[in-house]
């Protein structure tokens, strides 16, 4: 399987998974400020009906009316489970987190007159598939094919009861019924149908429309097809009783009691009647606008990104997809590359050069930058993905500082968007492309394109939750996001009174907005764009429609009409951009100081390798040395015996000379004197010869020795020198160096603080206060720049953000081109850098564009997140910042694990796509160049993971240290948590054995809640908001929010007790964990100990207490809560 086709099998995979993954549609309210919703029975009334008391306590305002989206066979999500593992299997956990709630069997919108809105109908995909389940069932291989064309089937034959299609119909049949003269064939077609049932068969459908006309040809279609018949033919059957001259009714309204006929009928025909005991009908009632009454949401029932995962299946099989989606759907992951931060620490150093470190930074208290491992981040996802497209992988535990590490990489690309618009004169040369005029209600805008090279630079960050998403960019424009530099904050004049009215709550600057749910969208635009007057949806956004009233916050609307045409702003973009260009040459000359002592650092560490190294060559020198000396030695002692034994044989053959018989001798032998002495003469000249040739060859030998001696001492000497020389210039870079350490203590890396891992990580590498401090000035200074460009740009950019602001609050008629979409909202970013939304929101917030729209994408809490969860965004996205952590909590999915087995199987995919075992952040994490091994908790493999945050500082001890122990091995967090004061109380385990139980709730471990949560607001004055109760199970915080609503009060008891999963991202002074479970739901305890993810999000919550409530002798037991229970004090009071 090719790398694309394999993509499309991975997306049609979790396309399958989402059709399981319903949404919950809204619990009944007819009290409050929220929607009224309320069940209808079959008598009615119906809501749009005079006798319904809604129209009676609630009137309308002037130019609003009512919009009804009608819920239709309600059934509980927890049904879908039973019928999944009644067809795969059971599970061996007991997931008490998987998702819970009501959903419905389809739904539609209705007018105020309930018409139905065309093309509203929505079929729950999930309903469709668990009909599926038992025809054709899972073992064929199309068992989950055909939903679309099921639900176009619904939407076509329903809407031949919307206006005008159903007056039409009706003068059709009642003409007919004149020609035949007869009403008979009217009531045939009613009793055929009724006797059909829904026409679940091809055979059907073709016997109803033979009778009734032509219905669609699906299970679905055909029912809809007879409902609409039976409509149809229920209003001629009226007319014609009326006589020839009725009108018969113009429009189809329902009545409770056919929404309650359609309901059973399509039931029926899914096949889910018993299976999800599906049934009844509910009606969400909203007042809108009248020129929205017709509006259509995108699906409010199924998966709010299903459909954007077969859009992005399209774009991959067309090969448009850009290279983060690309890399992330990739089974390619290049581990040689890969460098362990933790094992090799000259890697991070290297990597905080001050040549890395972007030169705008987050303002705030300069006592506090960025530590070690959140500038390395920071530094390196700049490096890699400023100029490039990829994925940045960053691995955030608990407490490490993700949101603060997130904003200086906002304040990063802010300061290098700044840098491109500097280099105009002037701001409307930005925008040379005009891409037309755009239809507003009766207004034309004109849409200008920024140009390339100030886009890019747009951030959205995206989250699976709109708590986790909120967090992040309302803290972001709030003023204690800029704590120790608020003045200065302020000073800088980034509109903060509307950024002021946009948060609700005091603001320094317009940095962020929270976006993605339509309330959150319509509620900026209008606050945004009219300031004070966003009341003012309704009105006119024509040039000449009246301004706002000079009272109260001006909008952006007003702020770019004043600006438009002003001739100061072009001086004011001039001055503004000589200061921006002055405070950039301040970091950069501060930046090259710096550098200039990390050159030096870096030489220190390569000269301290050479003399290291030379040193070992000198002592290999030595040893050289001594053995030439020893060979020398060893050859002049041979040469000197060789020399004596010559000076022998010369003296033997000398000696022999002398003693040669003379002639007479030799004759008186008869020669053999002469004789002997000639042999002896030549063994002696034979001997001198050899002792000759002996020290000659001993001679050469000392020679050659002497000169190898040599040879070895000079390059002794010579490496003395080059030791001498490079001990010299080590002393010289380290002592400034060190002058560098004293003149900045604390930020450089260098000297003793690179020996000890704590100092280490908690080392503020180069943020001086100085550099710091022009750092987030530049920042500030980049901030008034975009203003000033606005402002000197104002004529171009209020047509695009006129559009930009309508468009927030609904879709447009005509629907704008993908271009004009682009530009509109590039132009939204150049104001407010960073909008977030859940991944929910999502494929609607940004609905038209295409792909790389975006700079850059931020995803956070990312280990919560399913791996197909962001697969929108990162299509929509050039480059991505996952943040998470892998050892919090998982993705929640609602399929369980043996159907998502079967589906992998159908689909090919490997089980390690299966979302049960991954998330975005481990899919990010594989691809990561920078990370660390993380040791399985539970004896597995090691898990590789993205650049990590190791410096902890929200929780005291022990909490901090149990965290650690049962997820990160005991070592990956560095303990940094700021001194603070006495806090009253210790931390305990309060034992509670008790066998009376309801579910998993005890009620004499409620007691002791209640005592405590007494003892801690009324005995030690803790605030009740300092507190925070969780637990792991539902049925235990029901029970919780009992207590506390009667020992505190109900505000306290909805806001701060809740399951472990809604902490997440959240921390508190205390927290108090109720454990719950009776002995004998060993089950339930083990699948809370399954993982140490729960625990390890509960813990780290607490910031200064922990209380533990729970049979002390059954949790402990298990795994991961014995490391709890070895730590806390066990006790019965714990005071």
């Not at 909120?470 to 904050?489: D, K, R, S, Y």
Request: glycine fraction near 8%.
């Amino acid at each position: 399987m090719g790398g694309t086709e394999r993509a499309r099998q991975l997306l049609r995979f979790w396309r399958a998974i989402e059709m399981f993954s319903p949404q919950e549609i809204p619990k009944v309210a007819t009290r409050g400020s929220g929607p009224f919703v309320v069940d209808v029975g079959v008598a009615g009334p119906a809501p749009w009906e005079a006798e319904h008391p809604l129209w009676r306590e609630h009137p309308l305002p002037p130019g609003k009316t009512w919009r009804f989206t009608v819920y239709g066979g309600l059934f509980q999500i927890e049904r879908v489970r039973d019928e999944l593992l009644r067809a795969f299997g059971p599970e061996q956990a007991q997931p008490d987190a998987r998702p819970i709630g009501t959903t419905a069997m389809f739904a539609f919108i209705l007018d105020q007159h309930g018409t139905l809105v065309e093309d509203s109908p929505k079929l729950s995909a999930c309903a469709w598939a668990v009909g599926r389940l038992q025809t054709p069932g899972p073992g064929d291989k199309s068992w989950l094919n055909g939903f679309d064309k099921d639900e176009q089937e619904l939407v076509s034959g329903l809407n031949e009861l919307a206006s005008p299609g159903f007056a039409e119909a009706v003068s059709k049949r009642f003409a007919l019924m004149k020609a035949t003269g007869s009403q008979g064939k009217t009531a045939g077609r009613e009793a055929l149908a009724k006797g059909l049932g829904t026409a679940t068969t091809a055979a059907a459908a073709a016997a109803v429309a033979s009778v009734a006309g032509p219905v669609a040809g699906g299970m679905v279609g055909a029912t809809a097809g007879t409902f609409v018949e039976k409509m149809v033919a229920k209003s001629a059957a009226a007319k014609s009783k009326d006589g020839d001259k009725a009108s018969g009714p113009a429009t189809f309204t329902f009545t409770a009691e056919n929404l309650h006929q359609f309901t059973s009928d399509l039931s029926d025909a899914l096949g889910i009647s018993k299976a999800l005991d599906a049934g009844g009908v509910r009606v969400k009632c909203v007042q809108v606008s009248e020129k929205r009454a017709t509006d259509v949401d995108a699906d409010f029932l199924n998966s709010f990104i299903a459909q954007d995962l077969a859009d992005v299946e399209k774009a991959v099989a067309d090969r448009d997809i850009g290279l983060a989606l690309h890399l992330y759907l990739s089974d390619d992951c290049d581990s040689a590359r890969r460098v362990d931060v933790r094992a090799n620490p000259s890697a991070i150093v290297a990597g905080l050069s001050p040549s890395l470190i972007p030169p705008g930074r987050w303002p705030g208290d300069t006592r506090r930058p960025l530590v070690l491992s959140q500038q390395f981040a920071v530094n390196q996802l700049m490096a890699e993905l400023s100029e490039a497209a990829g994925i940045f992988a960053v691995n955030g535990p608990p407490g490490t500082g993700k949101t603060t590490m997130l904003r200086d990489a906002l304040a990063a690309i802010v300061v290098e968007r700044a840098l491109r618009l500097a280099e105009y004169d002037s701001p409307t040369s930005a925008f040379t492309r005009f891409l037309g005029k755009v239809q507003v209600d009766r207004y034309q805008f004109k849409v200008h394109a920024p140009n390339p090279d100030i886009t890019g630079f747009e951030v959205v960050l995206a989250t699976a939750s709109n708590d986790a998403a909120a967090n992040v960019t309302a803290e972001i424009p709030a003023v204690a996001a800029v704590q120790g530099v608020l003045n200065e904050a302020l000073a800088a004049g980034y509109f903060p009174e509307l950024a002021t009215h946009i948060l609700e709550g005091d603001a320094w600057g317009l940095i962020a907005a929270v976006l993605g749910n339509m309330k959150n969208r319509s509620e900026f635009s209008q606050r945004f764009w009219w300031g004070k007057e966003g009341i003012a949806q309704d009105r006119s956004e024509a040039d000449d429609a009246p301004d706002p009233a000079d009272d109260g916050v001006v909008g952006m609307q007003k702020i770019l009409a004043q600006a438009d045409g002003n001739p100061e702003e072009a001086e004011a973009w001039r001055s503004t951009r000589a200061a921006f260009r002055s405070a950039l040459a301040e970091v950069r000359q501060l930046a090259s100081e710096r550098q200039a002592v990390a050159d030096d650092i870096a030489e220190f560490n390569r000269l301290r390798t050479v003399v290291e190294d030379v040193y070992r060559d000198i002592e290999i020198a030595q040893q050289e040395h001594d053995r030439r000396k020893t060979e020398h030695a060893a050859a002049e002692a041979e040469r000197q015996s060789a020399d004596a034994e010559l000076q022998s044989a010369r003296a033997a053959v000398e000696e022999h000379n002398r003693d040669k018989p003379g002639f007479w001798i030799s004759l008186s032998t008869l020669f053999r004197a002469g004789r002997e002495w000639n042999d002896e003469a030549k063994v002696l000249i034979a001997a001198r010869k050899s002792a000759d040739l002996r020290y000659t060859e001993c001679a050469e030998a000392v020679t050659r020795a002497a000169g190898a001696w040599a040879a070895a001492a000079a390059e002794g000497q010579r490496l003395i020198g080059v030791h001498s020389a490079a001990v010299r210039d080590l002393e010289a870079v380290g002592t400034r160096a060190d002058r560098a350490c004293e003149r900045w203590p604390g930020t450089v890396p260098f000297g003793s603080v690179l020996d000890d891992e704590r100092r280490f990580q908690l080392c503020n590498a180069w943020a001086d206060e100085e550099f710091t401090q022009a750092r987030h000035r530049l920042f500030l200074e980049a901030l008034r720049l975009h203003r000033a460009f606005a402002l000197a740009a104002a004529s171009r950019l209020r047509g695009n953000l006129a559009v930009l602001s309508a468009l927030l609050r609904g879709p447009l008629d005509p629907k704008p081109s993908t271009e004009v979409l682009t530009a509109v909202w590039q132009s939204l970013f150049l104001l407010v850098p960073m909008v977030s939304t859940t991944f929910a929101s999502l494929p609607r917030l940004f609905a038209g564009l295409g792909r790389e729209t975006f700079g850059w994408l931020f995803i956070d809490e990312a280990g919560q997140a399913t791996p197909q969860q962001a697969v929108g965004g990162l299509w929509r996205a050039r480059r991505a910042v996952i943040v998470g952590d892998p050892q919090q909590l998982e993705p929640i999915v609602t399929l369980p694990l043996p159907a998502q087995r079967a589906l992998l199987e159908h689909y090919r995919v490997p089980e390690q796509w299966t979302p049960d075992f991954t998330s975005t952040q481990r899919v990010a994490d594989r691809l990561a160049r920078y990370g660390t091994n993380l040791p399985d908790p539970q004896g597995g493999e090691s898990a590789w993971v993205g650049a990590p945050l190791r410096v902890h500082r929200r929780c005291d001890r022990p909490m901090f240290a149990i965290s650690n122990a049962i997820a990160y091995g005991g070592d990956l967090m560095v303990y940094g948590t700021p001194a603070r004061g006495e806090f009253p109380g210790e931390n305990a385990w309060f034992d509670i054995r008790s066998g009376v139980s309801e579910g998993n709730w005890v009620p004499a471990e409620g007691d002791r809640l209640a005592e405590l949560l007494d003892w801690l607001v009324d005995g030690i004055g803790l605030p009740p908001n300092s507190i925070r109760v969780i637990s792991p199970f539902r049925d235990v915080v029901r029970g919780s929010k009992v207590i506390a609503a009667r020992t505190i009060d109900g505000d306290f008891a909805r806001g701060n007790v809740g399951t472990v999963h809604t902490v997440q991202g959240q921390e508190s002074d205390v927290v108090i964990l109720v454990l719950g479970t009776p002995a004998e739901r060993a089950g339930a305890r083990r699948w809370a100990a399954s993982t140490p993810n729960l625990l390890n999000v509960a813990v780290s919550r607490a910031k200064r207490r922990l209380y533990v409530i729970g049979n002390h002798e059954s949790w402990s037991e298990q795994r991961f809560f014995n490391v709890l229970a070895a730590t806390l004090p066990r006790t019965s009071d714990g005071r």
